[in-house]
DNA sequence: CAGGAAAAAATTTGATCATATTGTGATGAT
DNA sequence: ATCATCACAATATGATCAAATTTTTTCCTG
């Protein structure tokens, strides 16, 4: 009679203390930052309270951040959905960007240790592992972990937030620029960002975090330009 | 009996349509943009459903986006307050408001016919009023409503909702700063943005608004410096 | 009699609330 | 000082109400 007591949200038992609805937005901004929803995909709370097996409060609520973060827009009718990139919005997207991380790469240059380059490294070499073999999804996730771990060692909460914000807004169409170019089109300007890291000269460092976004970005405000 | 039906929010009668917690949200946010609740004040849930005469269901949501936006801090323990920035945030937000907001003020140049600039002209002949009058209220309004009023044409939403959000974080903080020194202590460059726009020369005015922005945030990371 | 537009019912989804449950900090006894 | 207990606030649930979309029905026109 009392089967309705199976609250487990994230499935895999990582984290069962925290709040459910602090689980609900992880596992939805997850979903959205990878690419696993596509943009214009319209999002219900119906429907997440069942695939997601939680209560209507806590999606509701995740609901709210993701639409704060620009993860998901409200549709002036009550619909919430993904967002649909204008080219326009990639401009300001680049422009963004370009200005609040390469400021961050900057500033964590002078405190990155030789160890923490090593690890960084050790996440391109994956990172180039899953290009070789066409894994869209983890090549979504590792170039992400690639640029979040070099952003945290700028110790810059509030620029990092921005940043954050703004991979949450490109994420579901980054996704499908990679499915449908595959993921060798992506070359990126992460050696040359280690080895500026390695000679601990910031603006090279910054430099080429502008370049790496550029050449990303370009590609999808291309992509987008002509659907 | 039945006397649990009033579930007016707005109080003033302005738009009866919308949900409440948009409502809550809008209302919650200007009280933080314009500096009615002191940094590191706690907010609770229940408090706010008495105060704003809500139910319990949209102050949740609206305290969530509010955490969303940097607008408010979760504190671990299930407690929520307004944030108290650090000289070190200062920084990071000089960096960031300069970068994004010179570029709304050069994007916006363009779009500018001289009607506008008259209409800005004029808020800005109110703000000088507010600065005579010592009125800190109406200086913070109207200080944020010239720069929303211009940032507003560049018609870049993206570039605009980042600038807002940071405008939230540090509203509080200026207001603690207006209120120590007096509205005399800040003096603007609208005049000098006034001008620019008149040329339309679009690098005059973004020099001008990161002048604006330099002097009035140098200013507040001084205060927190010294307390 | 067929086709299509307008109206109305039905279904789906969102918004809100009252209430039960759980976790947190505080108080007081040992 | 440490630990158990208590009170309060936050979290979560399901029920209920309202809005919007979709489907069905109806009626008019060609």
Redesign the pocket.
Known sequence: MDL?KN?AVGSSGSGQKR???EQVYHSLRSQIMYGELVPGQP?????LTDSLN?????V??AIRRLISDGALVFQG????SVPMLSSRDVKQMIYARISIESELSRQATANLTPADVDHLERIDQQLDQTIADGDVSGYLRLNHLFHETLYAHADAPILNDLAERLWLRFGPSLRVVCGRFGTQSLPDRHKDIIRALRDRNADLVAKATAQDIEQGMELMADSLANV
């Open positions: 309705i609250k709040p459910a609805h999002v219900t709370i119906q429907g939680a209560g209507m409060t806590p509701r609520e009718n009550r619909r919430v």
